[in-house]
């Protein structure tokens, strides 16, 4: 099993900035996509960005030019460097990692208990 555990939410101000961290561990044969969602009150969850194995980054267009993605494979950690927050990013905010735990079968997808993000205006 995967366990994937966040860390680094809290309340900032409009224009401030903060950064998750989620660590992975457990049985892992391999990673293939590290990412955040992230689920604001009366909403669907939805993508913030990702990052594949491969290095390639993916994101969503409100995260764009403010949010940053960066993995640090030793640690099997990704980390979200979120700056310019505007309040409309208040969310819970959600680690995600495709991975397997062994050679042989697919990859599994899971998630992280969530780290609540407020940014007040």
């Known amino acids: 099993q995967v366990q994937l555990v966040e860390s680094g939410g809290g309340l900032v101000q409009a224009g401030g900035s903060l950064r998750l961290s989620c660590a992975a561990s457990g049985t892992i044969f391999s990673i293939n996509v590290m990412g955040w969602y992230r689920q604001a009150p009366g909403k669907q969850r939805e993508l913030v960005g990702s990052l594949l194995s491969i290095g390639s980054t993916n994101y969503a267009g409100s995260a764009k030019g403010r949010f940053t993605i960066a993995t640090d494979n030793a640690k099997k950690t990704v980390y979200l460097q979120m700056n310019s927050l505007k309040p409309e990013d208040t969310a819970v905010y959600y680690c995600?990692?495709?991975?397997?735990?062994?050679?042989?079968?697919?990859?599994?997808?899971?998630w992280g208990q969530g780290t609540q993000v407020t940014v007040s205006s």
């Open positions: 995600y990692a495709r991975a397997r735990e062994l050679p042989s079968g697919g990859p599994n997808d899971y």
